[in-house]
């Protein structure tokens, strides 16, 4: 009997995973075909990315730290296009979470006017085309800043207009490279003076201060390092000035185009009501004696928020928030709109000059997956560092 | 393994897709060229390649309907191979695509304000029939700002719109006079016009018959037409005309000769009104020519087209000549016809017919 | 305890009181309502000088043809009327079957409806508005009133929801066949509710046919499908809509020949495969909510796989993520403008091309006012509905 029994299991075990051997090999055998099939059309593409090294002929308004000119080839063109999405996308991360969890908080908060303007915010901006907000900011609000002529000017260094906002910067010179090597071996230093006091902590069970000394080793060492590479670092103070037949002009420091600030508002604001949203509903998926608890140590409602609320909603909202990050990503290629030259901007630039719609339209692409897959790889990292405890 | 069975179908059914494509897969000739008249006459309509956001030339009226300047010559080639000037099928198409469009036969004729160049005549597969508009790149800048010449725009701001050769003529232009300047490339002309008129930028640049067409409508509440100038310098060629594909000659033929009747009719002056006195009374051999109708009493002559020898009859009683087109869709959006490149040649502009005979 | 009874009475004092517990509870909270009064102020102000006198609206009402119905032929404009017509009789009825239309609900509905439609209703167009009109009004009446017994009410409700499922095939049908428009003709916000209803319709099945894939027991499948939902939602929609018009052409079999498969055909495609990606993500968290007891039950009473998969699991996962759902369907609304990109006029387009138009030169903060607008609505009913049916569906509650 238990032989019989043991036999019937086995054929059972062999037939399924005979079963599941036959529809593997039929499903990828399906999509190798389709792939293939593919592949054979596609060899009539011309995929060549020769055509990239010829010379651009066509200038790029929006730059920083780069100084791309016309006369150089269109794989730098290109290069300032993916800089220029890039620096957007950064400061749109960090801009809309920012706004997101406060907008998130304020759709909670006690003060009726405060909870239904912010239900009001993420109404509006969720179910409007973003395309349109885009626009919007642009032309009905940072084009209605005083012009150059009549421009804002706080204390002779910060000038206001819809030319720009340009602020004091520094700029890197000389040795700067060797400046920044060093600010490495800081990091490197005060990350094992940071282990040691710890390391000493636990062993005399006495506070010794680690983020202090960690903080003060990476300073000494910038420092010096700083001084001894001969100060690379050029400060920079904006100006204006008037050049040919009176054409106002402000150049120097950093120049903050309205182009620039209108994406990034209008991607902030957007990005910011879905990851208000992603707040709010983390928030109250958390159990309410988490509330309770924190008010029964005494803790005051900004404390309550940052230090019991926030962090553990945080755990539940990575993943969603992930979304949130690569859909902003992906909606910065709506610059093209208002003359912001991103990647999508430049690509088709370059397309309309060059023909080559298909070499063109894949390296755009791949851009994109390049940094989407790194977004998600830094999102995934973070979300296993921050597991779902104890629950 | 719950969704295994679920799968299975699925799976088989890919599988099958993928089989049947392969199976599908004859190397059939799918190039477009060859003769393209035929498939149009087969059709019954001409595709016609166009643009829907230039002022005049090629946009949408509030029926949905296209109007312009390049749209009347897709008519006058309908006119002209079915004797019906709404046999027309219109796709709009952007600046990128349309070679694309054009190549891989998605259309039969690219009227779309498009400029003739070497590499496009000879790298992208296109054709290109007699121009019917001269245009060439200006700048226009604020009356007041002092600017009079390109020379005078050192370290501006130039507003662009995104062209396909507007952002390289400009840097061609200012490289070659050391002018440095920054650009502002928008993609359409209503968002630009908001930015220049907030003083955004110093310049405006685009084919003039485009800053004509804006500043002629520029809102009064910004001080109207008087408060902008264009700049004298013309520094592009940009003749425009229909594009057909390579090796086609049966409908580049037709195209051409469409375009070129246009033209002819305006020469010799015929119209739409004076079509019927013309056609019973001829002139002159050449009206007799041009209508396809004997004079007095002689043979008729016939282009060999392989359209019909009236074929001008149905393009003038319906669309009318080149004045009539002009008139009708470029005067209005503020650019007179006399004294620019495009006037006849008879009248010292570059609009010339060659002859139809 | 003669002024309690007084304080509770009057209304001002109510206010009073509401106004300080909600309002000015604490200096802090005295604080943000100040600066928010300020700011709602002032965004009210620009707005409705802007609406109000700034803002030239003929732009809008000569146009109104072109953004809703695009380049759309004339001469078949009567055929948009039916689908209008049915969809009003199922909206009216399905109201007064499911619906418990409180006052203001009703009064939000009659101002949207006649906002939107009052555009569109020029000319003949009136008394087929009024068709639509008492087709809607009628059908909830009779649906509220007019069922007798529980029986008729199950039936009419199996018959609204096979109307609602034939709603796009006969619109399709009334539009297109029969000597209809050309599907390339077809436009504005028109174009926008087609791509949308349509991508909806093939996305879902196959967001959950991915989203199965990837939770799959069988590594090829689970690879093919992770590989498929990672590449279509790691590039913009935009990249991909450039892809279907550059290089589908190029590598689709001849069968598939250009002149057969129009823009719009290419649109529904591309949207529908775009979306799909996004659903099968969010179809997979409602897969991982399933409780495990319920497959184990669903075996215990000898379901097949099948079975458990398309009766047990699935159901209950869409159940688990309709918030999710109806904002990516939301997302798909919006996105559909991005088709202009393909050479079509949608309702975006529409309304870019009227400034095209000489005499509304600089009139495109009004179109697109009007726009937005439009987008809103539609946006806004869609996360309406959602939170109706997640109402009673009962998510979120065990």
């Known amino acids: 009997m238990a032989v019989l029994t043991a036999f019937r299991e086995s054929t059972l075990w062999r037939r399924r995973r005979t079963r599941r051997w036959i529809v593997q090999s039929w499903f990828g055998f399906g999509v190798a075909l389709v792939l293939l099939y593919v592949a054979s059309r596609a060899t009539r593409l011309q995929l060549g990315l020769d055509f990239m090294g010829d010379r651009a002929g066509f200038a790029i308004g929006h730059q920083w730290l780069t100084d791309y000119t016309g006369s150089e080839s269109r794989f730098n063109a290109y290069a300032v296009g993916v800089f220029n999405t890039v620096r957007l996308v950064l400061a749109g991360l960090a801009l809309a979470t920012l706004l997101g969890i406060v907008a998130g908080v304020a759709r909670l908060s006690k003060n009726w006017l405060v909870s239904r303007l912010a239900t009001a915010y993420v109404e509006i901006f969720r179910n409007t085309p973003l395309l349109i907000q885009i626009i919007f900011w642009y032309t009905a609000v940072l084009l209605q800043l005083p012009n150059l002529e009549r421009g804002v000017e706080v204390l002779d260094v910060v000038f206001l207009s819809n030319r720009a906002l340009a602020v004091p910067w520094a700029y890197p010179e000389g040795a700067f490279v060797a400046w920044l090597g060093a600010l490495v071996i800081a990091a490197a230093a005060s990350w094992l003076a940071h282990r040691w006091r710890v390391a000493t902590e636990e062993r005399t069970g006495r506070p010794a201060n680690p983020n202090t000394t960690a903080l003060a080793v990476f300073l000494g060492i910038a420092v010096v390092g700083f001084v001894a590479a001969g100060t690379p670092l050029r400060p920079e103070l904006p100006e204006r000035g008037v050049a040919g037949a009176g054409i106002q002009t402000i150049s120097g420091g950093m120049q903050v185009t309205p182009e620039f600030s209108a994406l990034l508002l209008a991607l902030v604001i957007y990005t910011g009501a879905f990851i208000a949203e992603i707040v709010r509903g983390s928030i109250q998926a958390l159990p309410r004696g988490q509330t309770e608890a924190a008010m029964a140590v005494g803790l005051g409602g900004y404390e309550r928020m940052t230090l019991v609320i926030l962090p553990q909603a945080l755990r539940i909202m990575i993943p969603p928030l992930t979304n949130q990050y690569l859909n902003l990503t992906k909606n910065s290629s709506l610059a093209v709109a208002i003359a912001y030259p991103d990647l999508v901007f430049v690509g088709r630039t370059i397309q309309n000059n060059a023909g080559y719609a298909v070499p063109v339209f894949l390296a755009i692409m791949a851009t994109y997956l390049v940094m989407s897959f790194l977004i998600s790889a830094i999102m995934n990292w973070l979300n296993r560092r921050v597991p779902l405890g104890g629950r | ?357 | 305890m003669v002024t309690r009874v007084v304080v509770q009475r009057s209304p001002a004092l109510r206010a009073r009181r509401w106004a300080r517990s909600n309002l000015f509870s604490n200096a802090w909270n005295a604080l943000l309502t100040l600066v928010t009064l300020a700011l709602i102020g002032f965004v009210a102000f620009v707005l409705v000088r802007f609406i109000f006198i700034e803002a030239d609206w003929s732009v809008v009402r000569e146009n109104r043809r072109l953004i809703f119905l695009g380049r759309f032929p004339q001469e078949h404009e009567a055929r948009i009327w039916p689908p209008i017509w049915l969809f009003a009789l199922l909206a009216g009825g399905s109201m007064g079957l499911w619906g418990r239309v409180n006052a203001r609900g009703a009064a939000a509905i009659v101002v949207s409806v006649v906002l939107v439609f009052a555009l569109l209703a020029h000319g003949a167009n009136g008394a087929r508005l009024g068709v639509a009109v008492v087709l809607a009004g009628g059908a909830y009446l009779l649906a509220e009133r007019g069922l007798r017994g529980e029986a008729a009410q199950v039936r009419a409700r199996r018959a609204a929801i096979a109307g609602w499922a034939l709603l796009l095939p006969f619109a399709v049908v009334v539009l297109v066949a029969f000597g209809g428009a050309q599907t390339s003709r077809l436009g504005g916000f028109l174009l926008n509710i087609l791509l949308a209803t349509v991508a909806i319709e093939a996305a879902l099945p196959l967001g959950v046919l991915l989203a199965l894939g990837r939770a799959s027991s069988l590594p090829v499948v689970r690879v093919v499908t992770t590989a498929y939902i990672e590449t279509v939602r790691g590039a913009p929609l935009i990249a991909w809509l450039f892809v279907a018009w550059f290089v589908l052409p190029d590598v689709l079999p001849p069968v598939f020949n250009l002149d057969r498969i129009d823009l719009v055909l290419r649109a529904m495609v591309m949207l529908s495969l775009f979306t799909g990606a996004y659903i099968a993500e969010i179809v997979r968290g409602g897969l991982q909510s399933v409780a495990p007891g319920q497959v184990e039950a669903a075996k215990a009473v000898g379901l097949g796989g099948f079975d458990i998969t398309a009766r047990i699991v699935v159901p209950q996962a869409l159940r688990a993520v309709i918030p999710a759902l109806v904002s990516q369907l939301i997302s798909l609304w919006k996105d559909t403008t991005l088709v202009s990109i393909l050479g079509l006029t949608d309702g975006l387009g529409g309304s870019e091309a009227a400034v095209s138009q000489r005499e509304f030169f600089g009139r495109q903060r009004e179109v697109l006012l009007f726009a937005a607008g439009v987008f809103w609505v539609v946006a806004y009913a869609m996360s309406r509905l959602s939170l109706r049916l997640e109402r009673s569906l009962g998510v979120g509650e065990r």
């Not at chain 2, 477009?32 to 006459?41: D, I, K, P």
């Not at chain 2, 084919?207 to 700049?231: C, E, H, M």
């Not at chain 2, 620019?340 to 010339?352: F, P, Q």
């Open chain 2, 1 to 357: 393994m719950t969704q295994q069975r679920a799968f299975r179908v699925a799976v088989l059914t890919i599988a099958a897709i993928g089989l049947v494509v392969m199976a599908c897969t004859s190397d059939e000739k799918e190039s477009a060229a060859g003769n393209t008249l035929q498939a149009v006459l087969d059709r019954g309509k001409v595709r016609c390649g166009v643009n829907d956001a230039v002022p005049g030339f090629g946009f949408l009226k509030p029926d949905g309907t296209f109007a312009g300047f390049d749209i009347d010559f897709c008519k006058a080639v309908a006119a002209a191979v079915f004797g019906d000037a709404n046999k027309v099928e219109y796709v709009k198409l952007t600046a990128a695509a349309r070679f694309e469009a054009l190549a891989s036969g998605q259309i039969d004729v690219l009227i779309r304000n498009t400029t003739w160049t070497a590499s496009r005549d000879a790298d992208l597969k296109a054709d290109f029939a007699i121009v019917t508009f001269y245009d060439g790149q200006g700048m226009m800048v604020r009356a007041d700002s002092g600017i009079n010449k390109l020379e005078d725009m050192r370290n501006a701001t130039v507003c662009v719109l995104q062209g396909t050769t507007t952002e390289l003529n400009l840097d061609d232009r200012f490289r070659a006079g050391n002018i440095a300047y920054k650009p502002l490339t928008f993609e359409t002309n209503e968002t630009l016009e908001q930015a220049f008129t907030q003083k955004r930028c110093d310049g405006w640049t685009s084919d003039k018959s485009q800053l004509a067409a804006r500043r002629s409508a520029f809102p009064a509440s910004a001080g109207g037409p008087v408060a902008l100038k264009i700049l004298a310098e013309t520094f592009s060629k940009e003749p425009l005309g229909p594009v057909t594909r390579d090796n086609d000659s049966d409908w580049h033929n037709v195209v051409n000769w469409v375009a070129i009747g246009v033209i002819t009719a305006d020469e010799l002056g015929v119209t739409s009104k004076n079509l019927e006195q013309m056609k019973s009374n001829p002139p002159s051999p050449d009206v007799a020519r041009l209508l396809g109708v004997p004079f007095k009493g002689g043979q008729v002559s016939n282009f060999g087209l392989g359209i019909g020898a009236d074929f001008m009859q149905k393009v003038l009683a319906q669309v009318g000549n080149y004045d009539e087109v002009y008139q009708r869709n470029v005067t209005p959006i503020g650019l007179a016809r006399e004294g620019t490149l495009n006037a006849s040649w008879r009248k010292g502009g570059l609009i010339y017919a060659p002859p139809m005979r």
